[in-house]
């Protein structure tokens, strides 16, 4: 609601997130420094409804407050090497030993490392709805960046491997940016997964911002993950 009455986003595209976060729809927050992805991460983090569900959020500086909004919650923080150089606690360890918590939800502050295959994994492992955010200038350079640090990664897979688990874990990314005159921070676009071209991944955009007013607008296409919202009992259509 604050980001609503804020403009960062409209009533219709806040509806159609919460109700895509509240049923399980996996979603990378992407946009530049300065942008609002911790904010708006933190909102969708807080629109999970499920009493039962189990979130573990994994960051290298808290700046995550669902532990105060959740009821079920477990923060994780990354530590750096003390002055003999050890000790330290890497993302990429955090989040394969959250698997082990047995958490429903994986929240991850952000991705930009070797960790992007192993929140991958997670995704493709039956924790649906999980979350991250990654710099990015836009919703393809931020899945074309997410693939280029899963490939960082010491399994060194192939590019085509690491698009397929990519194609299959991400439904949603959603696009931040701050607009240098105003200062307003904007949802520029909702971006929607939809599968594989030859050796990329393709997507539509759901929402995209219009006019010299900057206004963020149905593309008119109805998402294909649409018929899930529907069969868990949260219902998105045009104009709702």
Same mark, same amino acid.
């Given at each position: 609601?604050?980001?609503?009455?804020?403009?960062?986003? *409209? %009533?219709?595209?806040? @509806?159609?997130?919460?109700?895509?976060?509240? #049923?399980?729809?996996? +979603?990378?927050?992407?946009?530049? !420094?300065?942008?609002?992805? *911790? %904010?708006?991460?933190? @909102?969708?983090?807080?629109?999970?409804?499920? #009493?039962?569900?189990? +979130?573990?959020?994994?960051?290298? !500086?808290?700046?995550?407050?669902?532990?105060?909004?959740?009821?079920?919650?477990?923060?994780?923080?990354?530590?750096?090497?003390? +002055?003999?150089?050890?000790?330290?606690?890497?993302?990429?360890?955090?989040?394969?030993?959250s698997l082990r918590m047995r958490p429903t939800r994986i929240i991850v502050g952000e991705v930009r490392g070797a960790e992007a295959l192993d929140m991958l994994s997670a995704m493709n492992s039956g924790h649906d709805g999980s979350m991250c955010t990654i710099h990015a200038n836009g919703p393809r350079q931020a899945l074309s960046k997410l693939r280029t640090y899963a490939m960082m990664a010491e399994e060194a897979l192939p590019a085509v491997a690491v698009t397929e688990m990519i194609a299959e874990a991400i439904d949603l990314v959603v696009h931040l940016r701050l607009e240098p005159g105003s200062?307003?921070?904007?949802?520029?676009?909702?971006?929607?997964?939809?599968?594989?071209?030859?050796?990329a991944v393709a997507g539509s955009e759901l929402f995209a911002l219009v006019g010299e007013g900057l206004l963020l607008q149905w593309a008119g296409i109805r998402p294909r993950c649409a018929g899930r919202l529907d069969g868990r009992g949260f219902p998105w259509e045009r104009g709702q």
């Open positions: 609601d604050d980001l609503v009455a804020l403009g960062t986003l *409209t %009533t219709e595209a806040a @509806a159609f997130l919460e109700a895509a976060v509240q #049923a399980g729809i996996n +979603v990378i927050i992407s946009g530049g !420094t300065g942008s609002g992805k *911790t %904010t708006c991460l933190n @909102a969708l983090g807080a629109s999970i409804g499920g #009493a039962q569900e189990r +979130v573990v959020t994994i960051e290298e !500086t808290a700046e995550l407050q669902l532990e105060s909004m959740l009821p079920d919650c477990v923060g994780l923080q990354a530590r750096l090497p003390n +002055v003999e150089g050890v000790g330290s606690v890497s993302i990429r360890s955090l989040v394969k030993n200062g307003r921070r904007l949802v520029a676009s909702v971006y929607e997964v939809t599968g594989m071209e030859q050796d």
